[in-house]
């Protein structure tokens, strides 16, 4: 089955590649992955302390994928596989990738202004071009309309 990746955050481009991956999904008879990273711990705590900040890291993330799911079960009567996975970003990504010959493109969403944000920045230049699957980009700054007329 074809199968759209999304990584999953609290931004508002996150939403955008979800509801561009669900509907896709939904239109070409595929499937969505959600995928919420819990990124490596900045500091280290003593024990207990650290290992609560990283349960803590771990419920949002897991809440996030969620409510991710819920809204492209309802966005596109999909239901979609959930991943939460700890690690760096990009390379968290890249293995999800690696692991899935399912997987048909890695959608995500720019910034509306400025910078385009972190992972689109990686895998639109430094990484450009060595995925198996292409990397579809919404743009941030779309209208809602124009998305769903798109996608």
């Given at each position: 089955m074809r199968t759209y990746l999304v990584v999953i955050d609290d931004s508002p481009e996150a939403t955008l590649a979800l509801r561009f991956a669900a509907r896709r999904a939904a239109r070409t008879g595929g499937g969505v992955m959600v995928l919420a990273i819990v990124p490596p711990q900045d500091f280290l705590a003593f024990g207990g302390v650290q290992a609560t900040i990283e349960a803590e890291a771990r419920e949002q993330a897991e809440a996030l994928a969620s409510a991710a799911a819920e809204a492209v079960a309802q966005e596109a009567n999909v239901s979609p596989q959930i991943l939460v996975r700890s690690g760096k970003p990009a390379e968290v990504v890249r293995d999800v990738i690696g692991a899935s010959d399912e997987i048909a493109a890695l959608v995500l969403?720019?910034?509306?202004?400025?910078?385009?944000?972190?992972?689109?920045?990686?895998?639109t230049?430094?990484?450009?071009?060595?995925?198996?699957?292409?990397?579809?980009?919404?743009?941030?700054?779309?209208?809602?309309?124009?998305?769903?007329?798109?996608?």
């Amino acid at each position: 089955m074809r199968t759209y990746l999304v990584v999953i955050d609290d931004s508002p481009e996150a939403t955008l590649a979800l509801r561009f991956a669900a509907r896709r999904a939904a239109r070409t008879g595929g499937g969505v992955m959600v995928l919420a990273i819990v990124p490596p711990q900045d500091f280290l705590a003593f024990g207990g302390v650290q290992a609560t900040i990283e349960a803590e890291a771990r419920e949002q993330a897991e809440a996030l994928a969620s409510a991710a799911a819920e809204a492209v079960a309802q966005e596109a009567n999909v239901s979609p596989q959930i991943l939460v996975r700890s690690g760096k970003p990009a390379e968290v990504v890249r293995d999800v990738i690696g692991a899935s010959d399912e997987i048909a493109a890695l959608v995500l969403a720019t910034a509306p202004s400025g910078a385009p944000g972190p992972l689109v920045a990686y895998f639109t230049g430094h990484d450009a071009g060595t995925l198996p699957c292409p990397v579809m980009l919404v743009p941030g700054g779309i209208d809602i309309d124009r998305l769903d007329a798109l996608s």
